[in-house]
Nanobody
């Protein structure tokens, strides 16, 4: 089992930045691909960004491309989401997710493909 804990959420003005962290603990000796999703009130959970176990492959939703950056430090079992030029429509609870990856370059964009989830961290962007 793997436990994921997000941190770094908060309230920020439009145009500002935040950096989310997702720390993994437990059975972290396997290779895990990571992802970030978000869910706004009344909306379905949506994909934000994904990263392969190696960190060499990343993928972004069109809505955040060019503004958000996903990265990871495997030595610290941590995945990050750097969010810049934030907009009010980015307001949501952000969740990190992980799943075992058998290929170092694999990443996943569907929430059903992930096995482990964090508890979520609130990001609020004021206009």
């Amino acid at each position: 089992q793997v436990q994921l804990v997000e941190s770094g959420g908060g309230l920020v003005q439009a145009g500002g930045s935040l950096r989310l962290s997702c720390a993994a603990s437990g059975r972290t000796t396997s290779s895990y691909a990571g992802g970030w999703f978000r869910q706004a009130p009344g909306k379905e959970r949506e994909f934000v960004a994904a990263i392969s176990w190696s960190g060499g492959s990343t993928y972004y939703a069109d809505s955040v491309k060019g503004r958000f950056t996903i990265s990871r430090e495997n030595a610290k079992n941590t995945v990050y989401l750097e969010m810049n030029s934030l907009k009010p429509e980015d307001t949501a609870v952000y969740y990190c997710a992980a799943r075992i990856a058998y290929y170092s370059g694999s990443y996943f964009t569907a929430y059903r493909e992930y096995d482990y989830w964090g508890q979520g961290t609130q990001v609020t962007v004021s206009s």
